[in-house]
């Protein structure tokens, strides 16, 4: 078998060594490699060479993609990463999630979570960059999130790659009596061209396996990428085109049960009292249990089927305390506006904001005030989890972006090691950041005590779902700016307030740790915009409500984006200067954004005349390492607002597949459009009053409009791709309806003033 | 409540051509039935009250919200995603779904097909309008819509091709 140990802490971790001398600490640790969880799961035949790369005698070729499908086509991209350095094409493998394992620790996701912009390359912020990417190893943390996958996988899954495809060439060289530099790949096999002699991985794989691995590896230039950089056929079409049982709710076991869960409808509050008896009662139900975990409260049904278990929960008459938090949503505005109004954090402090207003004439100052909504991720597979607890081991099937944080809330749940829990990752319907919660899991894990052995499906009602989220917070936002006489902003100064998202994250996955210093997502996609204005302070303040906040699709760059960039339109009208032009000149120090800028409005032919009745608005944010510009064009109908047409030009850096990349960007416009065009979760005697669809509703095919896309690669760093799509997309539409209706609407959503038709 | 002195009543169905003998209740819904009971996943639950269309499937032809859709009122043939067509034979919907890459999560997409099968059954060529009218109940969080409306134009394609 392999000596992993070797291969990885030689193949691995060569990015350590650029972070040797500002992290003393721990380095050992860092350099240490996790051990290689494939290799406990080995089938007959099989060999395995780190943790991406398993190769049968009989040629299968399986690469672990060890982050979380939920549509944004990461497990095809991952693979191709091994697959162009195996040389293989993605036809020739097979792609499993794997195991949950800190082998697969995420570090790219944790690596921009310091106090600085992503195009600040000083010492300080690259120097924090990669010390944070050792945090990211000790916590060991696999998650899918941040946009990072990509940018965490790049470099160690080629490597990945390369290093298999040297040892199957090393192995085979020896059996055929060769030298390896006479030997080529191709397909899934190793050729001599001038003997015509061939040999397929597998049947080299064991002894390849077994040596030692290559000092070095050379990976490919960009120049020689075959897969890389080319739209590639995802692996998941033909499953998710034929019905196939590919997601959480899905898995179906020998002898297993049905359940539910009905959670307190305010949140952590404790049951006054509950009357179980009429659901107990009813058919189909078998045990209803108490549940309490990291989320508060509740009960679990166990049941024959699904509907059962729903009926049931329908039926329990319980009462709940009062919530620690404001009853409603106008209470819960006052502690937000409340908190605005204290110091808070700088994290941005250009110049001298206060000087620079101080002496400012009042038709030079620009003033607004801004406001959104806690918001639902309302992923279409509502949350569920399968769970198994047999012979002191638990045994949980679910789609999740956390699984190794699910191993280890489950196991301290029902009171066991790490070790006896084995997380199976299934493909998601939808993630959009829910799924890097575990409350399903948690629940789910709990109900598996209570039967006997049996597993039990436990699938949350879309009520429960919408009810029980991880919130995008609400936020405020108090924007003032200074003109100078040529029209442009001498001068702005930026406050928000917000619950925060990170406090709300660690009560619940991470209870051990308290929060420490500011959270940085309040102010995200504000202070870290590439525009250079003298005096440029943005401030944050945490609002103390805790109702659930999590990450939501863009998390912090979902509000400041809109919130922003509203307020950018805003000052280039007040100054009477043209939006594009008024971007060009404010970021001229940073190339990336002026092209991106550029790009978007040749591709709207921003400047145009429009026919009567038809507006346009643009809006910019530079978020997880990606500069996006995005047009949006309305046109006002009998039936309402339409948004007909949307450009986007994105910056990503490198592009690896640039057709799952354009699809992602249009999916996150779509996404922030549906949440700026109709979305709100409002508060009410401590209780979320949306419940489904109806009322929490996203965009339609008949509301869809027109895109065009342009992608990018100008900035000499990689960015992500996932969430980036999102933040410009607001704005752009409420700048385009300012332009249509000189109606300015700074609180979202946008219902609330306009009709969409 | 009808639920609570309800007993399962045995009822045979039909789903993609194979006939099941079941004992449910009446009021539980088809998709329920197909899930649960008879094992067919392919229909997705989505919202339980017929917002969404991830649960649509065919009966006798018509599209229909199975997630609250009565199984005692259902009289006639049930097709889902997973008697339309197989991995080596897809159905032209399929196919053009998989040319077009259409899925992301994926978890809407056997509501979105059968509803855009039931469209092309009806109407060969169907324009804009009558996509946006056929589809109109088929949410999707990922924003799929572009590629559903070209795919649904391929598909109508491939099928007048006899493909």
Redesign the interface.
């Known amino acids: 078998m392999a000596s992993v140990g070797k291969i990885a802490r030689r193949t691995f971790l060569i990015g350590a060594a650029a972070v040797a001398g500002g992290v003393a600490v721990g380095y050992y640790y860092y350099r240490k490699p996790f051990p290689n969880p494939l290799e406990a799961e080995l089938g007959k035949g099989e060999a395995t060479f780190n943790p991406y790369v398993k190769i049968g005698a009989d040629n299968t070729i399986t690469i672990v993609a060890p982050r979380a499908e939920m549509g944004q086509g990461i497990s095809t991209t991952l693979a191709a990463m091994v697959a162009e350095e195996l040389d293989v094409g993605l036809d020739r493998v097979k792609v499993e999630h794997g195991p949950a394992s800190h082998a697969y620790y995420n570090a790219a996701i944790l690596q921009e979570g310091g106090p600085f912009a992503f195009f600040d390359e000083s010492m300080t912020a690259q120097a924090v960059r990669s010390g944070l990417g050792v945090v990211g190893k000790f916590l060991a943390l696999q998650g899918t999130g941040g946009s990072a996958s990509t940018r965490d996988g790049f470099d160690k899954m080629r490597q990945a790659g390369a290093v298999a495809r040297q040892m199957l060439i090393a192995a085979a060289a020896q059996e055929l009596g060769v030298a390896a530099a006479d030997l080529k790949t191709a397909d899934g096999s190793i050729l001599h061209k001038a003997s015509g002699k061939s040999l397929t991985y597998g049947a080299v794989a064991a002894a390849a396996a077994a040596m030692a691995s290559p000092d070095e590896v050379r990976l490919k230039d960009k120049a020689d990428w075959k897969l890389l950089g080319k739209p590639q056929k995802r692996i998941d079409m033909l499953a998710k085109v034929t019905g196939a049982p590919i997601f959480g709710i899905d898995v179906r076991l020998p002898d297993m049960l049905y359940g539910t869960v009905k959670m307190s409808p305010r949140f952590w509050a404790k049951p006054v009292k509950a009357d179980l008896s009429r659901a107990e009662k009813m058919p189909g139900v078998i045990k209803i249990v108490p549940l309490e975990t990291n989320y508060g409260h509740g009960f679990g049904i166990i049941a024959d089927n699904t509907w059962a278990a729903f009926k049931a929960a329908e039926a329990i008459d319980a009462q709940w305390f009062d919530p620690e938090y404001p009853l409603g949503s106008a209470a819960i505005s006052d502690v937000l506006k409340q908190a605005l109004a204290t110091k808070g954090s700088v994290m941005r402090d250009n110049g001298d904001v206060d000087t620079a207003f101080a002496d400012a004439p009042r038709e030079r100052i620009v003033e607004a005030d801004y406001a959104v909504p806690y918001l639902a991720h309302a992923t279409m597979e509502p949350m569920n989890a399968t769970a198994q607890f047999k012979d002191g081991a638990l045994d949980i099937w679910c789609g999740n972006q956390a699984p190794t944080l699910v191993r280890q809330l489950c196991a301290n749940a029902v009171g066991i090691e790490q070790g006896k829990v084995n997380v199976h990752t299934t493909f998601m319907g939808g993630g959009f950041g829910r799924r890097v919660e575990t409350d399903y899991a948690l629940c789910a894990a709990l109900m598996a005590k209570e039967t006997g052995g049996r597993p039990i499906k436990v699938t949350w009602t879309r009520e429960e779902d919408m009810r029980h989220d991880a919130y995008r917070p609400a936020a405020i936002g108090k924007f003032q700016a200074r003109l100078g006489d040529d029209g442009m902003p001498v001068a702005v100064d930026m406050k928000m307030a917000s619950p925060s998202v990170i406090a709300g994250m660690l009560r619940r996955l991470f209870p051990s740790i308290s929060p420490l210093g500011p959270d940085k997502t309040i102010v995200d996609g504000a202070y870290d915009q590439p525009y250079s204005i003298p005096n440029y302070r943005v401030t944050g303040v945490a609002a103390p409500v805790s109702i659930p906040v999590g990450s939501w699709r863009s998390v912090g760059s979902s509000v400041n984006g809109f919130f922003h960039e509203g307020f950018m339109d805003e000052i280039a009208i007040a100054g009477k200067i043209d939006q594009v032009e008024m971007r060009k000149r404010l970021m001229a120090a940073y190339p990336s954004a002026v092209k991106v800028v550029e790009k978007v409005a040749a591709m709207a032919k921003w400047g145009e005349a429009l026919p009567a009745g038809k507006a346009r608005g643009m809006a910019f944010t530079l978020s997880f390492g990606s500069w996006v510009g995005e047009i949006v064009q309305v046109a006002d109908t009998p039936a309402g607002i339409r948004i007909e047409k949307v450009w986007i030009a994105a910056d990503v850096g490198t592009a690896l597949d640039p057709g799952i990349i354009e699809a992602q960007l249009i999916s996150a416009a779509i996404y922030g459009l549906s949440a700026a065009m109709g979305q709100e979760i409002t508060f009410a005697d401590g209780m979320v009053e949306q419940s489904n669809f109806h009322d929490f509703d996203a965009m339609r095919i008949f509301q869809c409009p027109v895109f065009e896309v342009a992608i990018l690669e100008n900035f000499h760093r990689m960015g992500g791709v996932g969430e980036v799509g999102t933040p410009p997309a607001a704005p752009a539409l409420a700048n385009a309806i300012f332009a249509l209706t000189g109606k300015r609407i700074r609180t979202l959503p946008l219902s609330k003033t306009v009709a969409f038709a | 409540m009808a639920?609570?002195d309800?007993?399962?009543i045995p009822m045979r169905l039909t789903v993609d051509g194979q006939s099941f003998d079941i004992d449910a209740?009446p009021d539980?819904?088809l998709l329920?039935v197909l899930?649960?009971?008879i094992?067919k996943?392919?229909?997705?639950?989505?919202?339980?009250?017929a917002?969404?269309g991830?649960c649509t499937v065919h009966v006798d032809g018509q599209p229909v919200r199975s997630c609250s859709l009565p199984v005692g009122q259902v009289s006639g043939a049930i097709k889902?995603?997973?008697g339309i067509?197989?991995?080596g034979k897809?159905h032209p919907v399929?196919q053009a779904?998989?040319e077009e890459?259409?899925?992301?999560?994926?978890?809407?997409?056997?509501g979105q097909?059968m509803s855009a099968v039931a469209l092309l059954d009806e109407v060969a060529n169907p324009s804009d309008a009558d996509?946006?009218?056929a589809?109109?109940g088929?949410?999707?969080?990922?924003?799929?819509?572009?590629?559903?409306?070209s795919a649904i134009k391929k598909a109508a394609a491939l099928k007048t091709a006899g493909l």
Do not use: H, S
């Open positions: 639920v609570d309800n007993k399962g209740d539980m819904p329920w899930r649960d009971l094992g996943t392919g229909p997705k639950f989505g919202c339980g009250i917002a969404c991830a889902t995603i997973e067509g197989t991995a897809l399929q779904w998989l890459q259409v899925a992301q999560c994926g978890y809407c997409q056997a097909i996509i946006d009218n589809m109109g088929n949410l999707c969080r990922c924003g799929t819509y572009p590629k559903i409306r």
